[in-house]
């Protein structure tokens, strides 16, 4: 238009100067700006308003306020401007400082000016400033004006002043959809939902029309109140409204479907979501977090970028925490790339998430990094190193990191970060250590909080001192099931069985609820006492509380019933089960290798692996044990290299003691004899006392008194490897060294610890 000759009048310049602000070329916007001067509209309110409002949106404040000061006659839409350019870019100062210039001058503030400056206070700044602004606006006559009282209604909600926000929504004469929308967002926000509630039904009683906002803010609501079936009417009146359902409106019905645990509800919403950007996945991907459905999140993150959608700042952190898990830890380095790139690693939130990441993948020291990164790490960031480095096996370090935590003095410890300390200090040998702490925490005043008191019996059992667990367990003035599972757990941990399941009868009825950790501590109480009439009773309970498809309780289960000997019956509710997991068949292979069922407990295991199940250590002792129960040298032996090598698991003196007797049943003495010199341990003496009871079985007496004198080398005041010596000499009719070592125990003052055993007598 301008090069054919013809010249553009004021309307024209000021909307090609907006086109220049919206595409952020500023030097298009200048070049315009030139050219209003060169016409004569420099000073017009249409041109030097756009003018301004473009210098403004492009970030040149120093070049907005050079053309502001050079306008002779300012308009109050110019005032505006300036105030709301202080207020989205340099801040609340300047923006008011303006505002009194404004005042000074001859112009009037407008509804827009109050608008503006009662926005900047929203739950940010000064409160009573928020309030002067409220007082001005009703000395203007503006406080019924809606696009005020909107304002107004956002900031109090926004600040948590919900009987502010409610008088001046009720002061209104008419309000708009916006209002209502601001006045239900802040009561959703602040937790009153019950009020809300009351607001959505007078809103739709008064013959209002549900906008997308609206939806919106009431599908939210609905999360909040945890009410399915009002979500479900929600849902059903979008549909028949015709609103199409945008990544806004997707966003919260996929939030609230998950809350419900309505998954295929959300995954349907994803679906019929129109738009999908980076808040409909982000949406998508926190939901199948908070399921425990990691998988489904990583296919998500990879549909995001295969449609090319930049993740924002929220996304980010979902995408961290979907990768929070060893074998998932180049992945987790990709994201943290494109953190540095998008958002500061520095950024406290992010920094946290990643210090979350890697300590979850075990890559502590490079959680370290993240953590010397952030300008200011809060109770989170350490807790968050801290728990790392206790899952990771490296208590002393996390011990370490907690008292440079309280050196520094800058942050307190919550009651996470020393339940994480307890943590670690239950798992090194020093027990004053715990007490330290433990005195800490009086000090504190943390000691009556229920989570820090069951971290306490915990780590007191844990560390052998049952008196002291059961003292805490009996001064707590309010036990929650957590402390009440702890209990149990120690005394099962400990061999107090009967304690467990008598804590468990004497208690019942003033639980507040039976969850999964009681039941599998009561049915492993009911496996070492082999008491299976009160194991079918906790399976009863089992199912009268739902608990009976859940995973933990299901792997005791079974457990239960293959220790107390009733194989079948731990095979039947394994087969009537619909999912299983490593527990529930690691139960299972033990309780066929116990039974000597060795061939199909390889079977079972072979199954495992197909249903992709990934093995655990545990269930190597019961695959190896199955090997060594059916004389399966040459099966041992793969299925002992297959566990680092395919599946990475560490192997424990457990396994290898599992390797020795299989060798040892087979006669394998000296290839025994050398895997146990080649075991990575300090102290061998298990495995030595493994192999010496596998050579009692095959009497092999010059072997036997070779690794007896070693044992006794070692241990001289255990009795039980003089006992097993005996017995070699027993089983070759050697009476008089048999009867001779037995009187030397005799006289050496060593007790052997008695055999005991179990019946269940009927009444």
């Not at 298009?28 to 473009?54: A, Q, R, W, Y």
């Not at 206070?121 to 009282?149: M, P, S, Y």
């Not at 490296?394 to 050196?407: I, K, P, T």
């Not at 079985?697 to 005041?717: F, Q």
């Amino acid at each position: 238009m301008y090069n054919s000759g013809l010249r553009p009048n004021e309307f024209g310049f000021s909307l090609a100067l907006k086109a220049s602000r919206v595409a952020g070329k500023l030097t298009s916007g200048k070049l315009l700006h030139g050219c209003t001067i060169k016409s004569g509209f420099e000073c017009n309110p249409f041109c030097s308003t756009s003018v301004l409002d473009m210098y403004v949106k492009c970030g040149n404040m120093k070049d907005a306020c050079s053309f502001f000061e050079a306008v002779p006659y300012k308009c109050e839409a110019l005032w505006n401007t300036m105030i709301d350019g202080y207020a989205r870019v340099s801040g609340a100062k300047e923006a008011v400082e303006l505002f009194h210039q404004m005042l000074v001058s001859s112009n009037i503030p407008s509804s827009y000016t109050y608008t503006i400056l009662i926005k900047l206070w929203a739950g940010t700044g000064d409160i009573d400033i928020l309030r002067f602004f409220h007082g001005r606006t009703i000395k203007a006559g503006f406080d019924e004006d809606n696009f005020v009282g909107g304002a107004l209604v956002d900031s109090y909600a926004k600040w948590g002043e919900l009987s502010d926000a409610c008088r001046a929504f009720w002061s209104l004469e008419e309000c708009d959809h916006v209002v209502w929308s601001a006045l239900l967002a802040g009561l959703c926000h602040n937790g009153d939902t019950k009020q809300g509630l009351d607001l959505y039904l007078k809103f739709v009683s008064e013959g209002h029309r549900l906008d997308p906002f609206m939806f919106a803010n009431v599908f939210n609501l609905c999360s909040d109140l945890e009410t399915p079936l009002l979500g479900l009417q929600v849902h059903a009146c979008l549909a028949k409204s015709g609103f199409v359902v945008d990544s806004f409106i997707g966003s919260a019905l996929i939030d609230m479907y998950f809350i419900f645990g309505m998954v295929t509800n959300a995954y349907r919403t994803f679906l019929d979501t129109t738009d999908k950007n980076e808040m409909t996945f982000s949406a998508m991907i926190h939901g199948s977090l908070c399921n425990s459905d990691h998988r489904s999140a990583v296919e998500l993150i990879s549909q995001m970028r295969k449609l090319k959608l930049m993740p924002d700042y929220c996304t980010l952190n979902c995408m961290l925490r979907a990768y929070s898990s060893p074998e998932m830890l180049e992945e987790g380095r990709v994201i943290h790339g494109q953190v540095i790139k998008s958002i500061a690693e520095s950024d406290l939130f992010t920094g946290n998430t990643l210090i979350e990441m890697y300590s979850k993948c075990r890559a502590i020291d490079e959680a370290v990094k993240v953590f010397m990164v952030i300008n200011m790490c809060n109770e989170f960031s350490w807790t968050a190193l801290i728990t790392g480095c206790i899952e990771s096996e490296r208590c002393e370090e996390a011990l370490v990191m907690f008292h440079r935590m309280h050196s520094l003095g800058s942050v307190q410890p919550s009651q996470y970060t020393l339940v994480a300390v307890l943590r670690a200090t239950s798992k090194l040998p020093e027990l004053c250590k715990g007490k330290q702490v433990h005195g800490y925490i009086i000090k504190l005043g943390f000691h009556s909080h229920a989570y820090i008191e069951s971290a306490l019996i915990s780590m007191y059992a844990k560390c052998g001192c049952m008196d002291e667990a059961c003292q805490i367990f009996s001064s707590m003035s309010q036990r929650d099931p957590v402390s009440w599972s702890t209990m149990m757990a120690a005394y099962v941990q400990h061999g107090h069985c009967k304690k467990a399941l008598k804590l468990f009868l004497e208690h019942r009825d003033g639980l507040i609820t039976v969850n999964e950790f009681i039941l599998s501590s009561c049915l492993s109480a009911c496996s070492s006492l082999t008491a299976v009439e009160m194991g079918r009773c906790l399976h009863v309970i089992s199912i009268k509380t739902g608990l009976e498809s859940n995973l933990h309780v299901v792997g005791a289960i079974v457990d239960m019933y293959c220790t107390c000997g009733f194989i079948d019956d731990g095979q039947k509710f394994f087969d009537k089960m619909k999912e299983h997991n490593v527990k529930s068949y690691t139960a299972l292979i033990s309780g066929y290798a116990h039974h000597g069922l060795g061939q199909e407990a390889l079977h079972l295991f072979h199954e495992m692996l197909s249903a992709g199940v990934e093995p655990d250590g545990v269930t190597y002792v019961g695959v190896l044990s199955a090997c060594s129960h059916f004389g399966l040298v040459k099966e041992g032996w793969h299925y002992f290299e297959s566990m680092w090598k395919d599946h990475r698991l560490e192997r424990t003196i457990n396994h290898y003691a599992c390797m020795v007797d299989l060798l040892g049943r087979a006669g394998s003495v000296r290839e025994a004899e050398e895997l146990i010199k080649m075991a990575p341990f300090k102290s061998k003496t298990l495995l030595w006392r493994t192999l010496l009871g596998a050579c009692s079985k095959h009497g092999d007496i010059e072997v036997g008194n070779r690794i007896a004198e070693k044992l006794i080398e070692l241990e001289p005041d255990e009795p039980s490897t003089y006992v097993l010596l005996s017995n070699i000499y027993a089983s070759a009719s050697m009476w008089d060294r048999s009867i001779e070592l037995q009187n030397n125990i005799k006289e050496g003052g060593m007790k052997k610890s008695p055999g005991h055993s179990w019946i269940e007598v009927a009444k």
